[in-house]
């Protein structure tokens, strides 16, 4: 009977531990270790994008105006945000120093957006910082590759015909290397930092090299899986070249 009622509590315990490190206080976007996001901060981001980046209003001869580029959604903020942080966080803890120096003009000639607008500064510093990770290219594994080529195939950016074996030999190469490098990297400063977004903003992804028309190719996860809270992410054109981008050189 002892040693049930041990167990017993070990459970209990063991349950407390887990309550404890589930991270969901109202009104914050995101957790980055200690550092927060909040609700507040996105959508104040959100409306400073509005702000700087009306959409034309109808002529007066009922022609509609110069098109604009779609603004970015509210996910794209976050884990532009979120990644921001991760990549600060461990440039300081490694003392990684940029290589390059992404000014909020080429961002914003990039973004089809306003140079003041907040969100702009901050992919371009997120860009700045990418630059000094020590992303040196490494052999994609079995499952990465497989990963790359299913992406492909789901954005019709693989034809059918093409076997996975030829689509291998047109896709490895230093860039898919390098952009899998960079994955590694983030992915496990995020989990080791307790990277962890609200079911509002999820899943959350940032695409570090993308097919062309910015079909995403490979992308570094942010926090916890999917969720149904939020089904419609698109993702920013942060990369720009035009058949297949990575973050940094």
Known sequence: MRARRL???????????????????????????????????????????????????????????????????????????????????????????????????????????????????????????????????VEPTKEEIADVIAAGRAAGKIPAEVTDEAAVQQLDGEQLRGALATKRILAEAAGRYDVTVSPRYRPLEFPLLSFAGDAPAVSVPLGEPGSDAVTDISTPEATGAPEAEGTAS
């Open 7 to 137: 167990a017993a509590v070990a459970t209990v315990a063991l349950g407390l531990v887990a309550l404890s490190g589930c991270r969901a206080e109202p009104g914050i976007a995101a957790y980055i270790g200690d550092q927060r996001i909040t609700d507040v901060q996105v959508s104040t981001a959100m409306k400073d994008l509005r702000t700087k980046n009306p959409t034309p209003e109808s002529s007066a001869s009922g022609q509609p105006g110069a098109a604009q580029p779609t603004l970015p959604k509210v996910a794209d903020v976050v884990r532009t945000m979120v990644l921001t942080k991760v990549c600060e966080k461990l440039s300081a803890e490694k003392n990684y120093q940029p290589r390059g120096q992404v000014a909020p003009d080429q961002a914003a000639q990039q973004l089809g957006l306003d140079p003041e607008t907040g969100h702009v500064r901050e992919v371009a510093k997120l860009f700045t910082c990418l630059s000094g990770l020590p992303a040196e290219p």
